[in-house]
Nanobody, 123 residues
Framework: QVQLTESGGGLVRPGGSLRLSCTAP????????MGWFRQAPGKEREFVAA????????YYAASAKDRFAISRDNDKNMLYLQMNMLKPEDTAIYYC????????????????WGQGTQVTVSS
């Protein structure tokens, strides 16, 4: 069992930036590929970004490419999502998730999920 905890959400103006973090205790963190997903009100959860356990494979949704950057620090058991040039349509609950494979854009491949952190982009 992997307990994931997200942080870093909040209220930001359009064009602003936020960095989300996700952590999990224990040495197994470095063996998991990790992903970020989000769910906006009234919509289904959607993929945002993912990277493999060794950070050699990285995937982005079209909506995130060129604005968001996913990274990890396995020594600190941390996963990050740097979000720049935020738009109102980025408003959602953001979830991190862990996958025992090479990383995936499908939420069905992820075994463990955090509780989420709210991101609101509004003027």
């Amino acid at each position: 069992q992997v307990q994931l905890t997200e942080s870093g959400g909040g209220l930001v103006r359009p064009g602003g930036s936020l960095r989300l973090s996700c952590t999990a205790p224990g040495p197994s963190f470095r063996t998991y590929s990790m992903g970020w997903f989000r769910q906006a009100p009234g919509k289904e959860r959607e993929f945002v970004a993912a990277l493999s356990w060794d950070a050699l494979s990285i995937y982005y949704a079209a909506s995130a490419k060129d604005r968001f950057a996913i990274s990890r620090d396995n020594d600190k058991n941390m996963l990050y999502l740097q979000m720049n040039m935020l738009k109102p349509e980025d408003t959602a609950i953001y979830y991190c998730a862990a996958d025992t494979g090479r990383g995936s854009m499908s939420e069905r491949d992820y075994e463990y999920w955090g509780q989420g952190t709210q991101v609101t982009v509004s003027s």
